[in-house]
């Protein structure tokens, strides 16, 4: 747990959070993205945490399952799987000489 997460502040977040979808969604019939779902289950998720931390077992297992419904509608079903990555070896050094051997001689138009 962050030590920013208070009760609180992820309480704040939750309803500032379902506010602007409200907004957002006035007068269109609109779902939530996948960010958005994510972002809900990580708020819910650590509102539980706060709620197991202070003993409250029916309140966590209610933002737990909220988490979980948030997850599922994101099509969220774990971290991705490690791979091996391969890049290609890069050129060789090429050392080249972008120096001016012509003088300007003239005055100076620029303005």
């Known amino acids: 747990m962050a030590p920013l ?3 609180l502040r992820l309480t704040a977040d939750l309803l500032f959070a379902k506010l602007l979808v409200w907004v957002a969604m006035v007068g269109r019939d609109a779902d939530l993205t996948q ?3 994510l972002y809900f289950a990580d ?3 650590r509102l539980a945490q706060v709620h197991r931390l202070k003993g409250r077992a029916s309140r ?3 933002l737990e399952r909220k988490a979980r419904e948030h997850l599922d509608a994101a099509g969220f079903d774990g971290p991705p799987y490690a791979a091996a990555m391969a890049l290609p070896r890069p050129r060789r050094f090429v050392i080249t ?3 001016s051997r012509t ?3 003239g005055p100076d ?3």
């Open 5 to 7: 997460d208070s009760r």
């Open 109 to 111: 138009d620029a303005a």
């Open 97 to 99: 000489d972008e120096v």
């Open 35 to 37: 960010d958005a779902h």
């Open 43 to 45: 708020r819910y998720s």
């Open 103 to 105: 003088s300007l001689d």
């Open 60 to 62: 966590t297992r209610d």
